[in-house]
């Protein structure tokens, strides 16, 4: 798959921050004699040049075929590349399924102004109730914007069960990256609901301090999620199958509806590519795993006319904090979804 558009994209399809790109990307940013330069200016390009997210990606498909069988998906065929408007920036997409994966997929951009997006996740079959892996991260000159966690099919915020399953012996490891990469700013508590104790939500400047510990964050947490995978064992109930289904069909539903990079994929590529892109290799599933709509789910969304609200929060509350204590305790259980 090959087309064209313009050179920045919006990273943030994991979680509801909100992140407006320049307009442009200039290429002056990779000329030292162009618009003046300076020390640290000159630093901060070296840094963001040498970042790159290829490793990360060839560390998860070399680890991921240790524990299991990988096999290309079927959506390989149409998705695999795009390149932009001005043939400056490529854009990479890889999908694979296993016995107990539905689907890993990831999409990685690299611009030649020190652009670098990395958005991987890895999608179990409804059999299975594991948590769904989330890598999305975003680089820019002197910008780093993280989300990486092992979002919850069932929300720990109603299920104690399901919290108690998969992040009570996980919860140290959260602590140890909340240290490291402090909590990014305001969340929404709408979407809160798809993170899990240990997310890492986090914003920094450019480092390599940073970058180190971020692929040792990302590392530590594929690892753990790998290990969850391992002992995971096939649900026989039917109910549970289709109650895991439908619990991640809500989820895709929320992502390719809600997710803020959904706009500006439709004024890069419009209306109907983006779609595509969205829903039927980003957000696969939504098609495939259910019938019901977003408003199915999220009735609260439904403006006067029927149609689905544009606004990212109906609550209206935000958390500027990270909202778990040490023990992986929601601190605004208040809230009802």
């Known amino acids: 798959m090959s ?14 921050y909100q992140f407006v790109p320049p307009k442009s990307c200039s290429s002056s940013i990779r000329k030292s004699g162009e618009g003046g330069s300076s020390s640290s200016r000159a630093g901060s390009m070296k840094e963001a040049s040498a970042v790159s997210y290829k490793k990360f990606i060839d560390f998860a498909l070399e680890e991921t075929k240790v524990h299991t069988h990988l096999a290309p998906s079927p959506l390989q065929k149409k998705f695999n590349s795009l390149t932009s408007m001005d043939g400056r920036t490529e854009l990479q997409m890889l999908s ?3 016995p107990k994966v539905r689907l890993l997929r990831c999409l990685s951009i690299e611009g030649n102004d ?36 092992l979002n919850p099919l069932h929300a720990v915020t109603d299920r104690d069960d399901y919290k108690e399953k998969y992040y009570r012996h996980l919860i140290p490891l959260g602590l140890k990256y909340a240290e490291l990469l402090p909590w990014g700013g305001k ?14 939500w986090t914003k920094f400047s450019s480092s390599q301090n940073y970058y180190d510990v971020l692929f040792s964050a990302f590392k530590d947490y594929y690892k753990a999620w790998l290990e969850l995978m391992e002992q995971a064992t096939e649900e026989i109930d039917t109910s549970e199958i289709v109650s895991n289904r439908e619990a991640q069909h809500r ?25 595509e892109i969205l829903r039927s290799f980003l957000f696969n599933g939504v098609q495939e795993l259910g019938s019901k709509t977003f408003l199915d789910y999220f009735p609260e969304y439904r403006s006067d006319n029927g149609t689905i609200n544009e606004k990212r929060s109906m609550i209206g509350k935000s958390f500027e904090n990270r909202p778990w204590d040490t023990e992986g305790n929601f601190l605004g259980n208040s809230l009802r979804w």
């Open 3 to 16: 087309l064209s558009f313009p050179l920045y994209l919006n990273p943030s399809f994991c979680c509801n």
């Open 187 to 200: 969340i929404t508590s709408e979407s809160l609901r798809f993170f899990s104790p240990i997310v890492v």
């Open 251 to 275: 989820y895709l539903m929320w992502r390719a509806e809600k997710d803020p990079g959904h706009r500006l994929l439709r004024r890069l590529v419009g209306e109907a590519l983006a779609e």
């Open 114 to 149: 020190g652009m670098e997006v990395l958005d991987f996740a890895v999608f179990p079959k409804p059999e299975f109730d594991l948590p769904i892996f989330c890598a999305n991260f975003f680089t820019a000159a002197s910008t780093n914007i993280v989300v990486l966690d």
């Open 96 to 98: 694979f399924e296993a």
